[in-house]
């Protein structure tokens, strides 16, 4: 056996970044920048109001306070996506709503919360403004946010929605990232059954396929079904050329282990240069990954990932999904899930046998400000029912300490519940 550091380390160092490619802003939330994004326009690109009020010229405003407000004279109105078409003079007050440019003069605006129009004697509007304001008052300059330019993102970041708000503020259209690798996903299995056809003997339903599909789309990539196949060298590997064909990287499932029918090995032996790992964790202990060269010369990962439900997904969580994350172009501290420590709120049991335990557990962010850990169900790899409730996958090293109260490592691998950070009853 191999500890998981090695297994891994061998993994990552065999997958690289996809080559950057142009990608609609609306369509790279979770993916990488790999260019710097420097903005050709000013942020507001004028000066605006942020409140609803009157523009003012500061200075007028000297020593109001409510029982002594400055008396100005209203002369118009300025709406957001309206200019004005007169300066403000001394004296004088714009109406103005939130987003609409100061007018010409005006260096202030006082909040409609602090003034009171009335009629003037003309027959006009005058406001009563009950506050005094300071230049700037209220004002958002242009280029308060960016500047012309400015490098707002820099390559390497990884994208979300405020990037893709700021990208259309900027008014791109594109941004060159690292593209979603397509992920083919394989089940092998002479007793696999894809569908809700009954079973017949010996036979049991595909989950692995739909699991991986599930995980490599909310890993941020594209999963693509390559189906299902029979335990026959030929069959296997007429599927994995295939995906090869069409694919970033592969996902198998099942075929990896000592059985007399475990073909996917000795089929990506010939496809590739394949290594087959004993790694020292458990669920999924055995891995074959390598990587296959395609007919156009791109070298395509593949993950034989072990057929035991638990097992293939846990492998996944370790190996493929790090492996994916780097393929996006992920920076080295984005490849992991978060790791938090957790008390354990009961016992969880293991044996003695030189591996590295990935316990499913429900973790919660308690109201003491600690995480904490219960198992999630049935510890089996050959159990759904635990790693469906499991939001953690709890460490447990050789030697590790396992009594309720006791603190352990817990990889976050779904969202986390805890108390609120405002009350909202
Ligand atoms: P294998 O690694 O092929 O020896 O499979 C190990 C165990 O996982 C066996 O009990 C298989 O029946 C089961 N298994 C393999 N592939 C799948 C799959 N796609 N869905 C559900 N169970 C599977
Ligand atoms: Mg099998």
Request: aromatic share 4%.
């Amino acid at each position: 056996m191999i500890p998981l550091a090695e297994a891994r380390a061998y993994v990552l160092s065999r997958v690289e970044p996809l080559p950057p490619r142009r990608v609609p802003v609306g369509a790279v939330s979770g993916l990488v920048a790999a260019e710097d994004v420097a903005s050709t326009e000013a942020i507001p690109p004028f000066a605006n109001t942020a409140v609803d009020g009157f523009a003012v010229h500061a200075s007028d405003t000297r020593g109001a306070s409510p029982d002594r407000p400055v008396r100005l004279t209203v002369t118009g109105t300025v709406a957001a996506g309206d200019a004005a078409d007169r300066p403000v003079a001394a004296g004088e007050a714009m109406r103005i709503m939130t987003g609409a440019p100061i007018p010409p003069g005006a260096d202030a605006v006082v909040m409609v919360e602090d003034t009171e129009v009335v009629a003037s004697a003309s027959g006009g509007e005058e406001v009563l403004a009950g506050v005094e304001v300071g230049p700037g008052q209220s004002v958002r300059p242009a280029g308060d946010d960016v500047n012309p330019g400015q490098v707002v993102i820099p390559a390497g970041t990884v994208l979300g929605p405020g990037h893709v708000g700021l990208l259309h503020s900027l008014g791109r259209q594109e941004v060159i990232v690292h593209p979603r690798p397509r992920i083919g996903v394989l089940s092998t299995g002479s007793e696999l059954v894809g569908g809700p056809a009954p079973l017949g003997p010996g036979q049991i339903r595909d989950s692995n396929r739909p699991a991986l599909v599930t995980m490599i789309a909310e890993a941020g990539a594209v999963p693509v079904d390559l189906g299902l196949v029979v335990d026959d060298e030929q069959a296997i590997a007429d599927a994995l050329r295939l995906g090869v064909a069409g694919c970033d990287a592969i996902c198998t499932s099942g075929g990896v282990s000592m059985g007399d029918y475990d073909y996917v090995k000795a089929v990506l032996d010939g496809m590739g240069e394949m290594r087959w790992m004993q790694v020292a964790i458990k669920p999924a202990k055995p891995l074959a990954f390598g990587v296959v060269t395609a007919e156009d010369g791109r070298g395509v990962p593949v993950f034989g990932l072990p057929g035991n439900p638990v097992s293939s997904m846990v492998s996944f969580e370790v190996f493929a999904r790090p492996a994916l994350r780097r393929m996006m172009g992920y920076p080295d501290d984005g490849l992991d899930r978060m790791t938090v420590r957790a008390v354990l709120d009961e016992p969880l049991r293991r044996h003695r046998d030189g591996k590295t335990h990935f316990a499913r557990v429900t973790v919660r962010y308690g109201d003491d400000a600690r995480f904490h850990a219960r198992s999630a169900g049935g510890q089996g790899s050959h159990q759904l029912t635990g790693m469906a409730g499991a939001n953690g996958l709890a460490v447990l090293d050789v030697g590790a300490a396992t009594e309720e109260g006791d603190e352990l490592p817990v990889m976050v691998i779904g969202e986390v519940t805890g108390p609120k950070a405002v009350d909202t009853a």
